[in-house]
């Protein structure tokens, strides 16, 4: 289960939970949602969803309270869903988070709701909480939890899970736990001090658990509180069971996609601290503006707007609305003034019809450098507006003037980025962390989804004698022939970047191995050296390589010949790091980019690093193929250590020779997401039964495509082991599986990550053998990780065990045994 892994002020925390803004920079709000934003704005209650994990949450509840109910909504994800699987692509660890966070944003944009993180790194499956917290910082987890909540100041807070064994995984269980810790330590003074010179204890009302009946599990009952969210809301156009699913399916790395879902929808709440609701949610809390001292004439002043409201004109309400900012702005400093004020200037802005934006048609920069920028803006009303200024990284450009009507206007400014920016990285990826926790060094940023934009404009408006600062973030704009507008973040890089293209170098003898290292600059005129940081026990033919690229996206390969001293049968796994300098600096940077159609292309500037392993590993046969399934880095992992992989796709598998293939292999899931696979079963056991090895890795038991995987009949359970030092027995030890062509060992076991294995077949026929047995601490003894069985003159093999996750990370036994499996 463990993996190898190399807010300031009240404003500001508002702030940042709207930073879903690298889609557009300026969404705008039709007639219809501006007038659900008025609504609204005459309502002050908060709710607060706790689970664990991306795609827990409820977002037909979630859309419901943020848009029906009209309160201020979150969720709160202890992770970020980095220990999951990936149906979409090959991306897993701090990667799939990356993925799972932008699905997160993309799902509150469509529910209304906002989105929160703590530190909490999810490790893969746990099966109880007591596991859970060996592996989390449960104090410093417990911590985020409380700061959020101290900022968010929610009335209510709404738990997904039991806190117990029925939530039915360990991080669902220890989030409960922990909700109903941070209820209790949120009000504490004595607890987390640290915090207090930014935020105030915070006594939430009530803490719910939002039962539910699925997975066969029952936990609803008819003395609960209900509440129907099944709800049509004719300014949305949309009942609340379209729009979850809209944000439901926005979780596609995890195949979420749902259907839609309309009329009424009961949804139940147990009762876990605070006295249990009788009408309402959030009963006992009042959420008019009587609950801010002189609020009551701000009421009403809204609730007048809203009878004057013209859907036809929009802009007749911006008088109305900055009467209401006056009168919120003279109110005392406090939480409902700052989260009204925001509110109100989106209002005035939207029905004024002003729209702003801030780019570059550069997409990457390093500091030091100047950019270009486009600085735009429009008033498509006729309500008078100055604009005072336009402040860039602290520089004022522009000069005051009304704004004409439909007048769209843009002044360009060549803006230098300070040499202090830092680059692209997400905060929690800063710095190396242990397995449960992300280091956080400034823990004002906790809790936020990503990070605060590094270059930002801010345009400050006049309208009605009131002063309004808006702030867009600097970004990249251009036109795709196809896609048309993209709006993608600007990253802020090193001056030079070296990638690798392997991640791991597997050393099966003393022979010096090509370690090619492409150079990148991003930047013009960069020159340097290029080095390998390497671990005793390697060493390479260079010190290292001089290069010299002139023109920004230059590239160029040096190539290092690396060997390991000596080979003495000992497995060795360390690490290399390609240092690079440039004008006088060392940098360690790679360059990752992410790109689905669904989120915001990702980029940032992992290390440059790759595993060196030695492995004393014999072969029988080279030739393998390969049928892609959800995503692995299972082929190229066996490229690395020699073997000749060819992809199979329908040409080849129905008409192409499958005999020339020493062994055909399945990737992860695929029996779930490729649908041909029903046809191709026949062809493949026709392949086993003339003398071929098929061996099938992982899938599930919900949704495959035929019910025939192998020769004789077996079925999926959800059997797993995440122990990864949970003991192996070997039940057949005389097997070939063991001896031929590498000796097994105990010692092939160790150095294992994250899991043993998960979704292990049962109910196997006689026919097959089981080689293995395994279990987690206190568990049953599980022999089903492995089936194989003779079929004809080949051999069939059916594994559950995780080498998607063990070959990428270069664990050397993994290797060793995936050998032996698909040999003759």
């Known amino acids: 289960m463990l993996r190898y892994r190399t807010l300031c002020c ?37 709710v607060l969803y706790m689970a664990a994990h991306p795609d827990d949450e409820n977002t037909r509840l979630l859309g419901y309270l943020a848009q029906e109910s009209l309160y201020r909504t979150g969720y709160l994800s202890l992770t970020r869903g980095d220990g999951g699987q990936n149906l979409i692509g090959n991306e897993q660890a701090e990667l799939l988070g990356l993925i799972r966070t932008q699905e997160l944003l993309a799902a509150r944009r469509i529910d209304g709701a906002e989105q929160f993180f703590t530190r909490a790194n999810d490790f893969g499956f746990s099966k109880n909480p007591e596991e859970t917290f060996t592996i989390w910082d449960r104090k410093k987890v417990l911590g985020d939890a409380v700061w959020v909540i101290r900022k968010f100041r929610p009335d209510v807070i709404i738990c997904r899970f039991p806190a117990d064994s029925r939530a039915g995984h360990g991080h669902h269980t220890a989030s409960a736990m922990l909700a109903a810790e941070a209820f209790a330590a949120a009000a504490d003074p004595a607890q987390f001090p640290e915090q207090l010179d930014k935020v105030e204890p915070w006594q939430v009302k009530r803490l719910l658990w939002n039962t539910y009946n699925f997975g066969g599990n029952n936990t609803t009952s008819n003395d609960q509180f209900k509440l129907d969210v099944g709800a049509y809301n004719a300014l949305l156009g949309k009942g609340f069971g379209e729009i979850a699913a809209e944000s439901r399916s926005q979780h596609k790395s995890q195949g979420f996609g749902v259907a839609s879902s309309r009329g009424s929808s009961l949804e139940y709440f147990s009762t876990i601290k605070g006295d249990a609701p009788v009408h309402s949610l959030l009963d006992g809390v009042n959420t008019s503006w009587a609950r801010v001292d002189g609020g009551d004439e701000i009421g009403r002043l809204i609730q007048n707007a809203l009878i004057a409201y013209n859907m036809d004109d929009p802009a007749a309400s911006v008088p109305a609305l900055v009467d209401i900012r006056k009168k919120i702005r003279a109110l005392p400093d406090g939480y409902w003034k700052t989260v009204k004020l925001q509110e109100t200037d989106k209002l005035i802005l939207a029905c004024a019809g002003i729209w702003m934006e801030a780019f570059t048609r550069q997409g990457e920069i390093v500091p030091g450098e100047s950019v270009e920028t486009d600085l735009q803006f429009i008033n498509r009303s006729r309500v008078p507006v100055t604009l005072k200024k336009i402040s860039i990284n602290g520089e004022d450009v522009g000069e005051e003037h009304l704004l004409p009507f439909n007048r769209f206007e843009s002044i360009r400014k060549t803006v230098t980025v300070p040499q202090r920016t830092a680059i692209s990285q997400p905060y929690w990826l800063q710095h190396p962390h242990p397995p449960g926790t992300y280091i956080i060094n400034d823990p004002q940023l906790t809790g936020n989804p990503e990070n605060i934009p590094s270059l930002r404009a801010t345009f400050f408006l006049e309208t009605g004698g009131e002063t309004i600062s808006v702030t867009r973030p600097l970004i990249y704009k251009f036109t795709d022939p196809v896609k048309g507008e993209v709006y993608r973040s600007l990253v802020i890089a090193p001056p030079v970047v070296a990638s690798l293209d392997n991640q791991v170098f597997i050393f099966t003898q003393a022979a010096p191995q090509a370690v090619p290292v492409k150079i990148r600059s991003m930047k013009g005129n960069v020159s340097g050296a290029v080095r390998l940081q390497l671990p005793a026990g390697f060493r390479a033919d260079k010190a290292s390589i001089p290069y ?16 390991p001293v000596k080979i003495n049968g000992q497995n060795i796994v360390d690490t290399l790091t390609v240092v690079t300098t440039a004008n006088g600096r060392e940098y360690t940077n790679s360059i990752t980019t ?32 390969y049928i892609s399934g959800a995503g692995d880095k299972v082929a190229e992992s066996l490229r690395q250590v020699g073997y000749m992989v060819t992809w199979l796709g329908e040409k080849e598998i129905m008409s192409g020779d499958l005999s020339q293939y020493d062994a055909i292999i399945t990737g992860v899931r ?94 196997a026929d006689k026919s097959y053998r089981k080689p293995f047995e395994m279990n987690d601490p206190g568990e049953r003894p599980l022999d089903g990780s492995t089936i194989i069985a003779n079929y004809g003159k080949g051999k069939y093999i059916y594994t559950g065990l995780a080498f998607f996750r063990q070959l990428p990370a270069g664990v050397p036994g993994a290797y060793r045994l995936f050998v ?5």
């Open 670 to 763: 695929a029996y779930n997401t490729q649908p041909r696979l029903r046809y191709w079963q026949p062809r493949l056991l026709e392949y086993v039964k003339n003398g071929g090895v098929l061996l099938i890795q992982y899938n599930t038991s919900g949704g495959l495509v035929t019910d025939q995987m192998g020769p004789f009949p077996f079925s999926l359970s959800r059997d797993r082991v995440t122990n990864e030092f949970a003991p192996v027995k070997f039940l057949l030890p005389k097997d070939s599986l063991f001896s031929y062509p590498n000796t097994i060992t105990q010692k092939d076991f160790a150095g294992w990550i994250q899991e043993r294995g998960l979704y292990f077949p049962s109910q």
């Open 10 to 46: 009240l404003a500001a925390m508002l702030l940042c939970g709207f930073t879903a803004l690298q889609a557009q920079t300026a969404p705008p709000l039709n007639a219809a949602e501006i007038r659900l934003q008025m609504k609204k704005l005459n309502t002050l209650g908060s």
């Open 820 to 824: 032996n499996m698909i040999s003759k």
């Open 594 to 625: 992410i790109q689905y159609d669904h989120i915001p292309s990702i980029t940032i500037f992992p290390s440059a690093s790759a595993r060196l392993v030695t492995v004393d590993l014999k072969h029988n046969g080279r030739r393998i193929g």
């Open 548 to 563: 010299a690229l002139e023109g920004k996206g230059d590239e160029t390969e040096v190539v290092f010949q690396v060997s």
